[in-house]
């Protein structure tokens, strides 16, 4: 869990894991009512590339401020 505590406290990255994870719930709900056939597991690398690339991207931000 130590290595995942700065990605823990960006707020840009903590919001693309809670975006990509609600994708993933509400493509599995939608998927056990029978209403549609999303492959969830299409969004599985977001949950992973999400923050990375929230946190890469702030971390430039503030290197040129």
């Known amino acids: 869990a130590r290595p995942l505590a700065p990605i823990?406290?960006?707020?840009?990255?903590?919001a693309a894991l809670s975006g990509a994870g609600g994708a993933i719930l509400l493509g599995?709900?939608?998927?056990?009512?029978?209403?549609?056939?999303?492959?969830t597991a299409d969004f599985l690398p977001a949950i992973f590339?999400?923050?990375l690339l929230a946190n890469l991207v702030s971390r430039r931000a503030s290197q040129k401020t």
């Open 8 to 14: 823990a406290k960006d707020e840009e990255a903590m």
């Open 28 to 39: 599995t709900g939608l998927g056990l009512l029978g209403l549609t056939k999303w492959s």
């Open 49 to 51: 590339l999400g923050p």
